[in-house]
């Protein structure tokens, strides 16, 4: 947000971070402090440099030319003055040019000096006497040595100085003839040498000495802003927990930012979005450093947009909340992304406008203005912990308008769904993890026959008759501990109890959701009492209707059966296939009234089973033995698959066969001629699953669907699909597989179709 820096974890940037701390820390601190130690030491040099050249030229006055000794003083002399004259603009002036400036203006004269002691090896070398050679050659380098005191704080000045110095008279002596001369060279350049170490260590030491002054001052001032930082952020905690005011504490906390930052002038605003997506800013928190501000005040009071917002994008703000990023200016009445400001506003001068995020999500603006010395992007860096701060008050102001925002519709809601409910013509009753009612419709009052108000707040056991009443909070809590679903989600018929105390049949369906994390218990109720009614006289109409047929039925089969017999040696031919189509009629009606029977039976639970774990493969070849008959009359087989192991299940024998031939007939018929229908038994995830395929049926597309819809699990078929001409066989099997705790699948194609009855594997030991 503050810049284009390379991230923590890039490669270089270490390196780079380590390269720019070393730059920033030589011009803030070493560079000011190696000026101020250089023109600080000049006096002394320049005392020290007048006293030597003296002796220098006065020992030097018998063997030396006296114009060259003049030459070169007024060339040394020359040099100092100019020196001089930059020592009194630095002492005058340094407050107008950088410490860059006067420490390079102070190399150069430190090198222009060198130049003209090192003239000297030119001017004052007595060629003859070596006497006067050594004098020159101690008086160079004592000037060299001296140098280190006053120019050991920067290296360029004290290497320049040194080389400038005595290089000329090492050159010089290295060019004189004799063993002694080349020896006083190489000393010169040893002596170079070891000023040049000696003035490296002592500057590294200072430097040193210097950083961790510098360090220990930034690491005061640090830690004093931190705890200033704290102590703001602290505050403004303490007022919203103790007011549980956001607004208050935002209005501490910028105040106290406004001292912080030595500003008179601040805001702290919310960012949001309108329908259309485009931002807009909500004033939260006006503050300026004098107390009961009368100017700001009337502005805020006559000048404030309706509710406070700015949706303005044209404005200083409106570039922050579109870029993202802060905007600081020294002047914002000249700053060409600044309007006007408003009539009685406050005048502004250096200003500073900084984006406060939320994770990538902007959240709010805090602004300060009219900061003595400015703003930069270290006040922006400074102020993080306050801008992170913000953001969580914003952020916790945001959770308290939605929930205000919820709760309101939470209400709303609730008087709509309350009415919804009391217009729904079955009853809904609803109660909490304690079995609690915690809503009963108009519905329900009229079913139960109590009032709403009767029973919200009690128990719903109170709707139940015994044992259920006893049993249902027992019931409640194991399904809270396990999870354990019995009704939850499935409808069943149960007994309810009115208030007058009579019981009555309902169907109920129980659903679960949760509320503010706690799960609530949904049952819709319908009374069945009619319904129940008139299906026990459809069930006796049809059981008596089957009792009445299914005698004289029988009858005139057998009288058919004979008379066919008969009419084969008595009657025509075509009164012979009169008759045979008369029996098979008859053998079809008498078929269709016993499963008739077995259908209300079975619906009526009339029907016992006797379970017990048996092995499966035996099971499977008897009921393909009874069904030889079928084979022949449609003139295809059964073929058994007895590769797989043989499998416990726990079933009845009989209905398990009566189930099995009844799927078998169908899929019998349905086969083409000379077709095979192909059994198999086998293992799948502890489940016996045993497959019947035939390959070439006969069914078509709208067939296969009905077919589908008959074996699909969420349909009773006995109980409805009979009633409209379907397949009863069909009906029988899936009613006793199911009552056995099994279940039919169904895979068909065009080509093939596959009924799959699943079992649980029964132990092998039981």
């Known amino acids: 947000m503050h810049g284009d820096s390379l991230p923590p974890d890039h490669p270089a940037a270490p390196d780079a971070a380590t390269s720019s701390a070393m730059q920033l820390f030589s011009q803030q601190h070493l560079e000011p402090e190696q000026v101020h130690q250089l023109y600080k030491g000049f006096p002394l040099s320049l005392l020290a440099s007048l006293v030597i050249a003296t002796m220098l030229s006065a020992s030097q006055w018998k063997v030396i030319a006296h114009a060259d000794i003049i030459r070169w003083n007024l060339l040394l002399s020359s ?9 009194l603009c630095w002492k005058n002036l340094h407050q107008l040019y950088s410490a860059r400036f006067w420490l390079n203006s102070f190399r150069l004269g430190a090198w222009l000096t060198g130049i003209a002691w090192g003239t000297a090896a030119l001017l004052l070398f007595a060629a003859e006497e070596t006497i006067y050679q050594a004098l020159l050659a101690f008086t160079l380098a004592g000037v060299a040595t001296g140098s280190i005191t006053s120019l050991t704080v ?5 290497i320049g100085f040194v080389i400038f110095t005595v290089s000329p008279l090492s050159i010089v002596m290295l060019l004189q003839d004799g063993p002694t001369a080349i ?3 190489g000393m010169s350049f040893i002596f170079i040498f070891f000023v040049l170490a000696s003035a490296k260590r002592t500057r590294s030491t200072m430097v040193d000495q210097l950083t961790k002054q510098f360090d220990l001052l930034h690491l005061s001032e640090t830690l004093n802003k931190k705890q200033r930082l704290e102590h703001i952020i602290n505050n403004a905690q303490s007022i919203y927990i103790s007011e549980n005011n956001i607004q208050s504490a935002l209005d501490n906390l910028l105040r106290d930012t406004l001292a912080l930052c030595d500003s008179k002038l601040g805001f702290i605003g919310q960012t949001d979005k309108d329908e259309q997506g485009q931002p807009f800013m909500r004033a939260l928190v006006f503050a300026s450093n004098k107390p009961n501000d009368l100017q700001l005040t009337l ?3 006559k000048n404030l947009p309706p509710q406070g917002e700015y949706r303005n994008l044209s404005t200083i703000f409106g570039s922050i909340m579109l870029s993202g990023k802060p905007v600081i200016t020294s002047h914002l009445g000249r700053d060409l992304r600044a309007a006007t400001l408003p009539l009685g506003h406050p005048a502004i001068e250096s200003f500073i406008g900084i984006p406060i995020f939320n994770g990538k999500e902007q959240v709010a603006i805090l602004g300060l203005a009219n900061a003595p010395t400015g703003y930069s992007n270290d006040t922006i860096t400074y102020l993080e912990p306050i801008l992170k701060s913000i953001a969580q008050f914003v952020q916790t102001l945001n959770h308290e308008r939605q929930h205000e925002h919820d709760q309101a519709a939470l209400e709303a809601s609730n008087q709509q769904n309350q009415t919804i409910l009391n217009d729904i013509a079955d009853g809904i009753v609803i109660i909490n993890k304690d079995g609690i009612i915690e809503s009963f419709n108009h519905a329900a009052e009229t079913i139960f026959g109590y009032r709403a108000p009767q029973v919200i707040g009690k128990n719903v056991n ?13 019931y409640l809590k194991t399904h809270l501990r396990t999870g354990k679903k019995n009704i939850i989600g499935i409808g069943r018929e ?12 309902m169907d109920l369906m129980v659903s679960r959701v949760y509320q503010r994390g706690e799960p609530v218990f949904i049952g819709i109720i319908r009374d069945i009492t009619e319904k129940k009614r008139i299906e026990d006289l459809r069930t006796q109409f049809i059981s008596a209707a089957t009792k009445e047929i299914i005698g004289p039925l029988n009858l005139i089969s057998e009288a058919i059966s004979l008379l066919h017999k008969r009419a084969t040696e008595t009657l025509p031919e075509h009164l012979v296939n009169l008759t045979e189509i008369a029996q098979t009629n008859s053998n079809q009606l008498q078929k269709l009234m016993s499963d008739l029977i077995e259908v209300q039976n079975l619906s009526r639970g009339d029907v016992p089973f006797e379970l017990r774990n048996q092995a499966a493969l035996p099971l499977l070849k008897d009921a393909v033995a009874q069904q030889k008959t079928f084979c022949a009359i449609y003139q295809n087989s059964v073929l058994i698959n007895e590769d797989a192991g043989n499998f416990p299940i726990r079933i009845d024998a009989h209905r398990f066969k009566q189930a099995l031939g009844h799927l078998l007939q169908y899929l019998l018929k349905t086969s083409g001629r000379n077709g095979v229908v192909q059994l198999k038994l086998y293992e799948e995830r502890g489940q016996v699953k045993m497959s019947m395929r035939c390959n070439n049926h006969k069914l078509s597309e709208q067939a296969r669907h009905s077919l589908r819809q008959q074996l699909s699990q969420n349909t009773a078929i006995t109980r409805t699909n009979y009633y409209d001409g379907s397949e009863l066989g069909l009906a029988i099997a899936k009613e006793i597989i ?6 039919i699948e169904l895979a068909d194609s065009a080509d093939s179709l596959d009924i799959v009855l699943v079992f649980p594997q029964a132990p092998h030991n039981s």
């Open 462 to 474: 109170i709707l139940m008759p015994e044992p259920y009443k006893a049993m249902h909070d027992g």
């Open 494 to 505: 149960v007994r309810g109890l009115r208030r007058n105390g009579n019981e009555f049949p």
């Open 299 to 301: 502005f805020r009071e």
């Open 738 to 743: 199911e009552k056995m705790l099994g279940s």
């Open 154 to 158: 920067d290296k360029y000045s004290s």
């Open 79 to 87: 040099v100092l003055l100019l020196r001089i004259v930059l020592w």
């Open 183 to 185: 020896a006083m060279s």
